[in-house]
Structures are given as structure tokens and as C-alpha cells.
């Protein structure tokens, strides 16, 4: 007892400075963002009269209605179709693939060591040639391809994890592989799929990498790809730059704090053992 309390202080301690550091950012760009326009904020100073107004100045002047359409455009034509053959194939790799053709898994790890700054050549190139340039589809389409190798990485890890006696117990009563895949597989892995999807909203909302080289119209970007075309018009008014990064990171902010629990359910889980 006389070691635990010390050791559970210190670790206390330490999680409460790695908290203090991680917000020390966003609580720089808060105050910057009350700072009057024009102004050039002096590090991280509380403002004395806030200018809460600057948030609905940069709303106005970014659109953020039309990218807030945009983006979730994109992230509805993205996740759904991602998760959904992610949760296939990781299915099938786990459950159906023989020794013989265990080698298909190894081109999805390749995949994983594959940035994005690798692709956006060939990419491009790619996706003018297919007519598709400057649209919405230029995003959607790259970025279902591109979150394959983690999608069905996270969901074969999952599905290694299910006893084969669910599988067993589900063919003995007459189940055929998709019966037994949406009525037992599917039912156990919603923690994974729940998290997965968490994971692919974040990862396409703050896509930035492609919106800005594939998309010419901030119009049809996401709404982190259009804070290029922002910063561009806006990037000498310092107190309006930091209201919109604000307002473009509320909505992930407020969806991981309403599935928190899920996503932790799913690490819990071992989603990502095997």
C-alpha cells in the first residue's frame, strides 16, 4: 500500500500534463480566434473584450455551410461503402481463405506502408484519365481504395478473434456462410465496425492531402481541404484563421466524445490482436 499511492500520484501526474499539452494548442487558437480582427494575437493571452463574433464571421466568409454539405457528401460516399467491404474481406481472409492463399493478406500489409504523399502522382494521372477531376468522386473513390489495407487489416484481426465454434454451431443448424455472416459474424463485430467507422469519418473529414490536389473548387473539398483555399484569401487576418480551423475540428471533436465509449470497446476488445 505504501508503494501504490506514490506510483498511482506519479501516473496521475503525468496523464494530467500529457492532458495540459495536448489541449495547450487548441487553448492558443481559442484565445487567437477572440483577438479583434487584424490583430496579431501575442501568444497565449485571454483576450480582454472576446470577439465571439469573429466564429460567425468565419461561418460567413468560408461558407462553412457549403462545405459542411460537402464533406458530408464525401464522408457518406466514403465510409459506408469502406466498412462495408473492409468487414467482407476481412471475413473472408479470416474465415474462408485456405493455407494456399494466405499470400493476399501480405499484399494488404503492403498496403498499410504505403503513404498517401507515395500515390498522389500516379493518382492523379489516374483519376484525369478516368474523366473524374475535379469532382467529389476524385476524393471518394481514391480514399475507398486507399483505407482498404487498414480496413481489412482491423476486421480480419477481429474475426481470427471469434471462436470457430460459433461457425461450427452456426453450419450445424443449417446456416449458409452469408446467414452465418450476418446473423453471428456481423452481430459480434459491431465493436470493431463501429470503431473502424469512427476512425474512417475522422480520417476523411480531416483529408486534406487529396482534396487540395485532385479538387480545384474548395466548394467540392472537405472542409479541412478547403481551410487551404481559407488560409489563402484569410491568412494575414490571424484571429479569423484560427475561428475557422475551429469550427472545421468541432465536428470530429464531437463525434469521438459521443462514441468514445464504443471506440474504446472495440481496443478493449482486441480489434486489433491476431
Not at 494548442?25 to 493571452?45: I, T, V
Not at 483576450?47 to 463574433?53: A, K, R, T
Not at 460567413?60 to 457528401?73: G, H, I, K, Y
Not at 477531376?133 to 481514391?142: E, G, H, V, W
Request: aromatic letters at 12%.
Amino acid at each position: 500500500m505504501t508503494t501504490t499511492a506514490p506510483n498511482t500520484v506519479v501516473a496521475r501526474g503525468l496523464i494530467v500534463l500529457l492532458m495540459l499539452m495536448t489541449l495547450l494548442p487548441f487553448l492558443s487558437m481559442l484565445s487567437a480566434a477572440l483577438a479583434p480582427q487584424g490583430s496579431y494575437p501575442n501568444g497565449l493571452q485571454w483576450p480582454s473584450d472576446p470577439q465571439w463574433g469573429n466564429f460567425a464571421k468565419a461561418f460567413e466568409v468560408a461558407r462553412m455551410d457549403q462545405l459542411l454539405l460537402s464533406s458530408t457528401l464525401i464522408v457518406l460516399g466514403v465510409v459506408p461503402v469502406a466498412v462495408l467491404i473492409a468487414t467482407m474481406a476481412g471475413y473472408g481472409l479470416a474465415k474462408l481463405t485456405t493455407q494456399k492463399y494466405k499470400w493476399l493478406y501480405l499484399v494488404f500489409v503492403f498496403g498499410l506502408t504505403l503513404p498517401f504523399e507515395a500515390v498522389i502522382t500516379p493518382l492523379y494521372y489516374e483519376v484525369r484519365a478516368l474523366g473524374l477531376l475535379n469532382t467529389r468522386f476524385a476524393i471518394i473513390l481514391p480514399l475507398i481504395g486507399l483505407y482498404m489495407p487498414f480496413g481489412v487489416y482491423w476486421m480480419r484481426a477481429h474475426f481470427l478473434n471469434v471462436p470457430q465454434d460459433l461457425s461450427e454451431a452456426a453450419q450445424l443448424d443449417g446456416a449458409s456462410r452469408w446467414q452465418e455472416f450476418l446473423f453471428v459474424q456481423v452481430p459480434l463485430a459491431r465493436p470493431a465496425i463501429m470503431s473502424l467507422t469512427i476512425l474512417l469519418f475522422l480520417w476523411t473529414w480531416n483529408q486534406f492531402l487529396l482534396p487540395v490536389v485532385l479538387v480545384q473548387d474548395p466548394m467540392q473539398r472537405t472542409m479541412a481541404g478547403a481551410l487551404g483555399a481559407f488560409q489563402g484569401q484569410w491568412g494575414t487576418d490571424i484571429p479569423l484563421l484560427c475561428a475557422g480551423s475551429l469550427l472545421i475540428l468541432t465536428p470530429t471533436v464531437v463525434l469521438f466524445l459521443a462514441f468514445q465509449r464504443q471506440f474504446v470497446a472495440a481496443l478493449m476488445q482486441g480489434a486489433v490482436k491476431g
